[in-house]
Nanobody
Framework: QVQLVESGGGLVQPGGSLSLSCAAS????????????MGWYRQVPGKQRELVAT???????NYADSVKGRFTISRDNAKNTVDLQMNSLKPEDTAVYYC?????????????WGQGTQVTVSS
């Protein structure tokens, strides 16, 4: 069982920056199981949770079009952490941000979520 704990978030003015961090615990080490993907999703009330950015073990990032050029995701495979640097924030970035991980073996993988952290962009 993997637990994801987020930190960061808060209130920032439009154009400002925030950083989110997520640490995964409980992941077994070794060759048979690993965290394949880590990333961030976000959700606003009344809407579906949407992808913000993900990154695999090969460190190739995947971004939503709405955040490309403004957000940067990075990962430390040794520490099982993932960070999201958010720059040039806009009011429409306001949401609860959830850390996400896919963990398991080559034949079975499960999805895990953090508890969420609020990001509010407002003047």
């Amino acid at each position: 069982q993997v637990q994801l704990v987020e930190s960061g978030g808060g209130l920032v003015q439009p154009g400002g920056s925030l950083s989110l961090s997520c640490a995964a615990s409980g992941a077994a080490s070794g060759n048979t199981r690993k965290i394949y993907v880590m990333g961030w999703y976000r959700q606003v009330p009344g809407k579906q949770r949407e992808l913000v950015a993900t990154i695999g073990t090969g460190d190739i990032p995947n971004y939503a079009d709405s955040v490309k050029g403004r957000f940067t995701i990075s990962r430390d495979n040794a520490k099982n952490t993932v960070d999201l640097q958010m720059n040039s924030l806009k009011p429409e970035d306001t949401a609860v941000y959830y850390c996400h991980a896919i963990y398991g073996s080559s034949w079975k993988r499960d999805t895990y979520w953090g508890q969420g952290t609020q990001v509010t962009v407002s003047s």
